[in-house]
């Protein structure tokens, strides 16, 4: 079992970038499969990027691609999200979410792909 806790949200203007942090509990970060989600006010929970075990294997939403970059450092048990060139419509709660993967190289962008999630982190972009 993993525990998520996510940081480094805030206020920024459009244009401006943040990055994200997810940091996990215990020594079995590396198993695990790793997503980035978003949930807007009255909008479904929607996929942002993840990232495959060992970080070779990335997906990402159209809406974020060439904009948002997602890595991992496993020595240090943290998930992250770099976010550039945001925009009013990246405004969002966005939680990192995990899974026990034995594929190393395999991303999952789809909700029900993941067992673990933290409780989110703002993000409130202003025009």
């Known amino acids: 079992q993993v525990q998520l806790v996510e940081s480094g949200g805030g206020l920024v203007q459009a244009g401006g970038s943040l990055r994200l942090s997810c940091a996990a509990s215990?020594?079995?970060?590396?198993?695990?499969?790793m997503g980035w989600f978003r949930q807007a006010p009255g909008k479904e929970r929607e996929f942002v990027a993840a990232?495959?075990?060992?970080?070779?294997?990335?997906r990402y939403a159209d809406s974020v691609k060439g904009r948002f970059t997602i890595s991992r450092d496993n020595a240090k048990n943290t998930l992250y999200l770099q976010m550039n060139s945001l925009n009013p419509e990246d405004t969002a709660v966005y939680l990192c979410?995990?899974?026990?993967?034995?594929?190393?190289?395999?991303?999952?962008?789809?909700?029900?792909?993941?067992?673990?999630w933290g409780q989110g982190t703002q993000v409130t972009v202003s025009s």
């Open positions: 979410a995990g899974r026990p993967e034995w594929n190393t190289g395999r991303a999952f962008s789809s909700l029900n792909d993941y067992n673990y």
């Open positions: 215990g020594r079995t970060f590396s198993t695990y499969a």
């Open positions: 990232i495959s075990l060992n970080g070779d294997g990335t």
